[in-house]
């Protein structure tokens, strides 16, 4: 009596958690993604910074100030496209997650209304 008891309860909480694991899973896995992103952005931006602070370190002349300057229409067009670059990437990070979000709660809803059929 308790076996079958426990195994038909084992079952239904299994079902019943199973979209909360998916949940977890896909939120942890968004949080590896953004995390790695950061990092990547982070990396990129301080070795940018290191090169202008080297760059204006070897300023020594008017001349070598010249070609700093000059130097720098270059350098702002980078990060711009840098940025333009990160803002599309953590924007596709985020409608993939939330396609994930739609697609997870589609199936939970259609879990929940066989479940309730069958009930």
């Known amino acids: 009596m308790y076996d ?64 700093f300057v000059e130097q720098q229409g270059k350098v702002v067009q980078t990060l711009n496209e840098k940025l333009r670059d990160d803002t599309t990437t953590i924007a596709a990070l985020g409608k993939d997650f939330t396609a994930e979000l739609q697609k997870l709660a589609q199936e939970s809803v259609a879990g929940a209304s066989k479940a309730s059929r069958a009930a």
């Not at 982070?42 to 370190?57: F, H, K």
Request: charged fraction near 15%; avoid cysteine; proline fraction near 2%.
């Open 4 to 67: 079958t008891f426990f195994s038909n309860t084992g079952t239904e909480f299994q079902q019943l958690f199973a979209p909360f694991q998916k949940l977890n899973g896909l939120v942890v896995d968004q949080i590896a993604k953004v995390t790695e992103f950061q990092l990547t952005a982070a990396r990129s931006y301080t070795d940018m910074g290191m090169e202008q602070l080297r760059a204006v370190a070897g300023i020594q002349d008017t001349g070598s100030l010249q070609a």
